[in-house]
């Protein structure tokens, strides 16, 4: 199966996060936790639904990623602007 | 303009205080998402990529210094520094937290502005043209109409859950500026030869995944019937619209499947059981909307005149954007300016909060106040004197607020896209500025003439493509971005919907391929004045299908 990382965006603010090797919904992907086996994956949406139904965080979803030279990359355009920012110069 | 009375001003307090109570429960987790959602988006506020999005409504793209300054305040206190002009005349903050989006509200209601019905299956902001009350070529203002729109549809109990979503659009020119037949209602006004005002009623236009003209299907309806037969509408489509299938719930697809002729002889039945009753127009409410939307007192200020030829022929600069960007008022001594926010290789639509500010400012000090938003993503003053334009042009040039592009091919619309989106499926803004960088050059773009480039970055049509002289869609092929263009779109009087002129392009190949259809059109044009939207409906596609691809295949991707 392709690696997984599970994202999110914050209730508060709504600002996206992923959920990180220390159990923290970080507003990073660098250290998001990743899923190699369904199991993990399983784990992992477990914590999603969980964190979602205590109002921590909405529209969770596990999404495919690579690594690359140890960083995490999304395999969707969508996944890397989300972790990435707008490509745009928004400020002007 | 319009002023809230204090039925507005009760109605629009006892929505933000509702909904600081339901943001509230929900932060301290007595309301689910799944609950909540509806709530939100009843006020606007959306879950984009990666923020929360609050929409607020500008009425018809109208409003005063005032409540610019507060967009200004507002993108400065609660979001990052700037906003986003729509295609719906409306304004975006791509970045609002949920607890402060009931102070934003509270805000914009001190200036009389709210985000009700700016999005869910109701009817939403009612837009105009944006040139209304000023233009030379109109029969009436369409502002009082829209405005009785907007009070008659505000939480209409019985409109609040249509099947999908419901736009009106009304202009009172010859020329639509509105865009009125892209729309599912479209109202036209005109005058007749006692000077009574009609409407002629188009229905069942729209964009999306199933682009569709609209029929007209009554013409020169009485001003005094004017709910009583939308309301005959909104009941026709409210029984027979499909609510089994998002995709086709739209009142233009119940158009295409009733057939024009069917749908109007229901619309008239159910006028006839309405049209004497409670929902009749009186004239005298219909006069006191007027009266909050009459001219301004415009003194006469002649000396413009001469002043003006004088500084054409002094500053060229001032003399292009004069010439794209001023067009002609009813009164002489003034015109109607568009102030561009589509700086060349900038993003369509955006202005900082510094930029509002000095746009309220300006509006104040020379244009009665009054500002528009157009669906083109600019904004207008309705009322400058032309003795008042060169001061005005200086004020504007150090904000990067002067770029003379009015209708040219850098005045591109765009869609926020794939960059904010959270249903785009390929981004808008940066091709719109690649494009804008490819013809930043005046003179070229002088030479190319009249030519709207409208970009979406998916089939939803946010960006208009349908409509577009060139159209470009994003799409997502293969988990990359692909670029359809179509070509021979118009959303104007002679509206029609571009055709996809073969397979898509990737993002570092569409600017070179716009490139070639503009070249190709300044070949085969017939003399400098005869546009782009001319020649491709004299041509058709076929040259340009042959500049882009040769012989290869042209299948649509």
């Not at chain 1, 994202?7 to 190699?36: C, F, H, K, P, Q």
Request: with cysteine; hydrophobic share 40%; charged share 25%.
């Amino acid at each position: 199966m392709a690696l997984q990382i599970l994202t999110a965006n914050r209730l508060t603010d709504g600002i996206a996060v992923w959920y990180d090797v220390d159990g923290r919904w970080n507003e990073s992907i660098a250290r998001a936790e990743i899923a190699s086996t369904k199991d993990d994956a399983e784990r992992l949406e477990a914590i999603g639904k969980k964190a979602f139904a205590d109002n921590l965080v909405l529209d969770v979803n596990l999404i495919d990623v690579e690594v690359d030279n140890g960083f995490i990359r999304p395999l969707r355009l969508r996944e890397r602007i989300r972790a990435e920012g707008p490509t745009i110069d928004y400020v002007i | 303009m319009y002023r809230y009375d204090e039925f507005d001003h009760a109605f629009v307090a006892g929505r933000v205080a509702q909904f600081r109570d339901q943001v509230e429960r929900r932060l301290a987790g007595e309301i689910a998402e799944d609950a909540f959602r509806p709530l939100r988006l009843m006020n606007g506020v959306y879950l984009q990529l990666h923020a929360y999005m609050l929409r607020i409504a500008i009425p018809y793209g109208t409003l005063n210094s005032r409540q610019m300054r507060m967009l200004a305040h507002i993108a400065r206190k609660y979001d990052r520094g700037y906003g986003h002009f729509t295609t719906r005349q409306n304004i975006q903050f791509n970045w609002p937290r949920l607890e402060d989006t009931p102070d934003i509200l509270a805000d914009l209601a001190s200036v009389e502005m709210h985000s009700i019905q700016t999005s869910g299956n109701c009817i939403r902001n009612v837009t105009a043209d944006h040139f209304a009350g000023a233009a030379a070529d109109e029969a009436a203002d369409p502002r009082p109409y829209a405005e009785i729109l907007r009070q008659w549809s505000s939480v209409h109990p019985e409109f609040v859950f249509l099947p999908r979503k419901f736009k009106i659009a009304v202009t009172g020119a010859d020329y639509d500026r509105a865009a009125i037949q892209v729309h599912d209602i479209g109202l036209h006004l005109k005058k007749n030869d006692k000077g009574e005002i009609g409407f002629d009623v188009y229905v069942g236009g729209g964009q999306g995944r199933t682009p569709m003209v609209a029929k007209k299907i009554r013409d020169f309806l009485p001003e005094e019937d004017l709910l009583s037969y939308i309301t005959a509408i909104m009941r026709v489509y409210n029984l027979y619209g499909r609510r089994d299938n998002k995709f086709k719930a739209r009142i233009k697809i119940l158009v295409h499947e009733m057939g024009a002729e069917r749908l109007s002889a229901e619309v008239e039945a159910e006028f006839n059981e309405l049209k004497n009753g409670e929902l009749k127009l009186p004239e005298a409410d219909v006069e006191k909307i007027r009266s909050y939307f009459a001219l301004p007192d415009l003194p006469e200020r002649p000396e413009g005149w001469a002043n003006l030829a004088a500084w054409k022929k002094a500053d060229p600069e001032f003399a292009r954007w004069v010439d794209q960007n001023v067009k002609p008022h009813k009164h002489p001594d003034y015109g109607m300016v568009t102030i561009s926010l589509k700086p060349i290789g900038g993003i369509p639509g955006d202005a900082s909060d510094s930029q509002m500010d000095l746009i309220a400012d300006l509006a104040e000090e020379y244009a009665f106040d009054e500002i528009r938003i157009s669906h083109e993503q600019n904004v207008i003053f309705p009322h400058v004197a032309l003795a008042d334009l060169e001061a005005l042009y200086r004020a504007l040039k150090p904000a990067n607020l002067s770029t003379a592009n009015n209708n040219l091919i850098t005045d591109i619309i765009a869609c926020p896209g794939l960059d904010y989106c959270a249903l785009a499926n390929a981004r808008s803004i940066p091709v719109a500025q690649e494009i804008s960088n490819r013809f930043r050059s005046h003179e070229r773009q002088a030479e190319i003439g009249e030519l709207k480039i409208k970009i979406s970055g998916c089939i939803n049509a946010c960006g208009h493509h349908h409509v577009g002289h060139i159209g470009l869609l994003g799409v997502e092929k293969k988990g990359a971005e692909l670029y359809q263009i179509t070509l021979g779109g118009s959303a104007d009087n002679e509206t029609s919907v571009g055709e996809i002129i073969g397979r898509g392009f990737e993002p570092e190949k569409v600017t070179d391929a716009v490139e070639v259809v503009v070249d190709t059109y300044l070949g085969l044009r017939l003399s400098p004045q005869e546009t782009f939207l001319e020649a491709y409906r004299r041509v058709g596609p076929q040259p340009f299908k042959e500049a882009l691809y040769g012989g290869a295949s042209a299948e649509a991707a």
